[in-house]
């Protein structure tokens, strides 16, 4: 399976401030998804990352809070933009790649950010 | 309303002990996969199941779907404390749908 890393792994911010959360794949992957995990929940799809055009949001995530990047197939970036201390989650990329009998999602270790 | 629901929400077992968590659909699903996340770490892929009644096993794990493929069932035996964490299922009502997750059952094995 691919493997995935996240930049940063953690970070402490400012209300108001906004971090650029990076995604490297070691291979090419068509896929790419965002997910927030807020403490305690389970995962819940922000965006699917499309290479060349826009991103593909899903209801209650807006471009202008959220934008992403996806300029070729191993790599992808997602801004949480004007934070506040309701974006407090770890944020987590995930590629969709062909298993032995339909296709199969995997995760990076995520990235935790903490608003204050 | 939640697509997919898992049972029990918390559990908290002593080492040696077996145990079965659920995942529990009204909806068919195309396929169903386990995920274990552990605390400061992503979901990692535990099994992919595809077909009605099919069980797999990995080590002291067995995971079922079941015979509608509604549903799906993981047993771990002889519980250590390394099984600690959440455990996600996920699934697909068709290859093209976005994958759907449950909101997990979270595993504490005390030595």
């Known amino acids: 399976s691919a493997v995935i890393s996240q930049k940063p792994s953690r970070d402490i911010c400012q209300r108001g401030t906004s971090l650029t959360i990076q995604c490297q794949v070691d291979?090419?992957?068509?896929?790419m998804f965002w997910y927030r995990q807020q403490p305690g929940q389970s995962l819940t799809l922000i965006a699917t990352a499309n290479q060349g055009s826009e991103a593909t949001y899903e209801s209650g995530f807006v471009i202008d809070k959220f934008p992403i990047s996806r300029p070729n197939l191993t790599f992808s970036t997602l801004t949480v933009s004007n934070m506040s201390p309701e974006d407090s989650s770890i944020y987590l990329c995930s590629v969709e790649e062909p298993g032995q009998t339909t296709y199969e999602q995997y995760f990076g270790p995520g990235t935790r950010l903490t608003v204050t | 309303t939640q697509l997919l629901e898992q049972s029990p929400q918390f559990l908290s077992i002593q080492e040696g002990e077996n145990l079965t968590v659920y995942c529990n659909s009204s909806?068919?699903?195309?396929?169903l996969q386990w995920y274990r996340q552990e605390p400061g770490e992503g979901p990692v892929l535990l099994v992919t199941v595809v077909t009605g009644g099919e069980v797999k096993k990995l080590k002291r794990l067995t995971f079922q779907f079941g015979d509608a493929r509604k549903d799906s069932s993981l047993h771990i035996t002889a519980a250590q404390p390394g099984d600690t964490g959440l455990y996600l299922c996920?699934?697909?009502?068709?290859?093209?749908?976005?994958?759907?997750f449950g909101p997990g059952t979270s595993l504490s094995v005390i030595p």
């Open positions: 909806s068919v699903f195309s396929s």
């Open positions: 996920a699934a697909k009502k068709t290859s093209y749908d976005k994958v759907i």
């Open positions: 291979s090419q992957v068509t896929m």
